[in-house]
């Protein structure tokens, strides 16, 4: 059995932003300083969305003040309504965008093993009133982009990306965000790619893109007419040139990121109780979030007994995405929202521990975290 390692001296979190070097990143203050152009698609706001639209293989690419307003966005500017069918495993704001415009979400179950929308689940739960799926890659994993897309061809519905965690990630070469009519980036400084704060929408139309970029300006199309109820989504020259240095520091990331995942496998997967997600063929994978499933059947410790446990060892694992959104207070009345209608969301929801991951972890420390982890399994 293993001895109890000794607990880190400073918290571990369960991620850390990217940090430029500050030296760049103030040049491009001082141009900003220079110029006295702060926001409102500056020169440093028109250099991102060319270069992430460039990176991302994303013409139709749209920069946000964050990824909830953009979404709120997306729902405007494909004009949805009614009901739209969604996740319930999944951060608030993904249901919350749709409350902000008027629509209800209606939840329907996961896959057990991709944790993400099962597009079996969604041909019940389409009315008349049905506009939309709003499905999202949790962790990074890709939706069944090629089930959903058919669901919804078949009953005229859009398709609606959440891709808060699928920064850079492709399907056999093609850009996750190339697939339904509109997907989601955020930037928060939480995600492999940030701005502070930020985020993005792509979609597949011009015209579409010409219309976000209205929407998210007040409906401004010139100093004299408003054309649209827009909104402020607006991203800063400040965070725009964040963006600008993070964006050199992103390979770099990622292959640390790989190594760090890599730990993981080879020392997580054959704990006791504790399952990792397969990763998926042909998936270039985004490295936002290494989620271990723990309790699952004939399990010895619950999720929730390792996760308090970590914290005796100043690790902040995070239980990443319970509750479900159909837990809330503000959505528990809905119909879809009946647990019975949940089972698999609510198993999963239940297992989940996302393990801290960045790549400023070393070996040393993953190989730490992972000692923890097994001690209080073997505990
Ligand atoms: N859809 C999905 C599926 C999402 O996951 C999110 C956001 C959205 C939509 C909305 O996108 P945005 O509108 O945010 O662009 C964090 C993030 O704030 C949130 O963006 C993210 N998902 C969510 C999964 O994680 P919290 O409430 O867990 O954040 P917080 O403050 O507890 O931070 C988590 C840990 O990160 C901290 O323990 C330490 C570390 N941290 C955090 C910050 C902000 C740092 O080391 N430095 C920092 O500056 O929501």
Redesign the pocket.
């Known amino acids: 059995m293993p001895r109890r390692p000794a607990p880190f001296a400073q ?1 571990v ?5 990217v940090a430029p070097p500050i030296a760049d990143y103030v040049k491009r203050l001082e141009a900003i300083w220079a110029s006295g152009w702060f926001a409102n698609s500056g020169p440093q706001h028109a250099e991102l969305e060319r270069a992430l639209a460039a990176y991302l293989q994303a013409p139709q690419l749209s920069l ?1 003040n ?6 709120i966005v997306a729902c405007q500017a494909l004009r949805l309504s009614g009901e739209v069918i969604t996740t319930p495993f ?5 249901p919350h ?1 749709l409350s902000w415009n008027g629509i209800t979400p209606v939840f329907a179950d996961i896959d057990p093993a991709s944790m993400n929308l099962d597009p079996h689940n969604i041909e019940p739960l389409i009315t008349n009133r049905t506009s939309a799926i709003l499905a ?3 962790y990074g994993t890709p939706c069944d982009v090629t089930a959903l897309q058919k669901v919804a061809d078949s009953h005229g519905l859009k398709v609606v990306y ?1 891709g ?2 699928a920064f850079g990630m492709e399907i056999d070469g093609r850009a996750i965000t190339s697939f339904g009519d509109a997907t ?1 980036l ?6 492999l790619f940030h701005t ?4 993005a929408l792509v979609v597949q139309d011009e015209n579409v893109k010409a219309r976000i970029d209205l929407l998210k300006n007040f409906g401004i199309k010139n100093e004299f007419e408003v054309v649209m109820p827009g909104i402020n989504g607006k991203m800063s020259e400040l965070q725009a040139a964040l963006g600008l240095e993070v964006l050199r520091c992103l390979d770099a990331e990622r292959a640390e990121r790989a190594r760090v995942a890599a730990v993981y496998r080879a020392r997580v997967a054959d704990m006791p109780g504790v399952v990792l997600a397969a990763e998926p063929p042909g998936v270039r994978p985004s490295y936002q ?1 290494f989620v271990a499933r723990i309790g699952g059947e004939g399990a010895r410790h619950s999720r929730d007994d390792v996760f308090h446990g970590l914290r005796e060892f100043n690790i ?1 694992a ?1 239980k ?2 319970y509750p479900l959104c159909s837990e809330y207070s503000c959505y528990r009345m809905l119909p879809s929202a009946s647990p019975a209608l949940l089972p698999v969301a609510h198993r999963v929801a239940g297992e989940v521990l996302c393990l801290p991951f ?1 790549g400023a972890l070393g070996n040393a420390d993953v190989e730490r975290i992972c000692d923890a982890l097994e001690y209080l399994l073997t505990h």
């Open positions: 918290p979190y369960v991620t850390r932003p946000f964050n990824g909830t307003i953009a979404m999944t951060f608030p704001a993904t965008v999202v890659h949790v959440d808060a965690h989601m955020s930037f928060h400084a939480t995600k502070a704060e930020g985020g979030y902040y995070r990443y995405f960045y």
